[in-house]
């Protein structure tokens, strides 16, 4: 996973995400650049979801 396809409009990932998993506060979803593997860790432990699941929900338009 690359930078782009996270920073890409984050605004509207980050709701995507709390709309998927109600669990997530925006302290789990604070992006910041270099730290992508922290914050896939950080979904992850809060909804118990497979990476790849949280990858692919990253990735997707």
């Known amino acids: 996973m690359n930078i782009q ?6 605004a509207i990932t980050k709701a995507k995400l709390k709309q998927k998993w ?4 925006d302290d789990d979803l604070q992006y910041v650049s ?3 593997e ?5 979904i992850q432990q ?3 979801v497979l990476r790849e699941v949280i990858e692919k929900e990253l990735k997707s338009p």
Not at 5 to 10: A, L, T, V
Not at 22 to 25: A, D, F, H, Q, V
Not at 38 to 42: P, Q, V
């Open 38 to 42: 922290e914050l896939i860790g950080r």
């Open 34 to 36: 270099g730290k992508e």
């Open 22 to 25: 109600s669990i997530l506060t």
């Open 46 to 48: 809060q909804t118990g």
């Open 5 to 10: 396809e996270i920073k890409g409009d984050w």
